[in-house]
């Protein structure tokens, strides 16, 4: 089976920083595209950056900026950078693992919270 643990959230004073963690088994880490999506309380669940099996990545407009996702497909992990962090980027983080091609998967891990708050 395919496993997603995601790691590193905790609380953090605003303007601080957190790298966040996802590490895959079960699967060749390299052939998924990865995403971190949020979820806060009452909200959807938000897509907050992706990044392919190719490497090119993407952010949402709240994040752009600050945020930077990356992968080391020799550590089978990919990472959400946060920096500036704002008390608005509160929320569970969830790493995911998808294709965009056939056969489609969506994978989801099982979320770390990050807390921004003084």
């Known amino acids: 089976q395919v496993q997603l643990v995601e790691s590193g959230g905790g609380l953090v004073q605003p303007g601080g920083s957190l790298r966040l963690s996802c590490t895959v088994s079960g699967s060749p880490f390299s052939i998924h595209n990865m995403a971190w999506y949020r979820q806060a309380p009452g909200n959807q669940r938000e897509l907050v950056a992706t990044?392919?099996?190719?490497?090119?990545?993407s952010y949402a407009d709240s994040v752009k900026g600050r945020f930077t996702i990356a992968r080391d497909n020799a550590k089978n992990t990919a990472y959400l950078q946060m920096t500036s962090l704002r008390p608005e980027d509160t929320a569970v983080y969830y790493c995911?693992?998808?294709?965009?091609?056939?056969?489609?998967?969506?994978?989801w891990g099982q979320g770390t919270q990050v807390t921004v708050s003084s």
């Open positions: 990044i392919t099996k190719g490497g090119r990545s």
């Open positions: 995911n693992a998808y294709s965009d091609i056939v056969p489609a998967y969506d994978y």
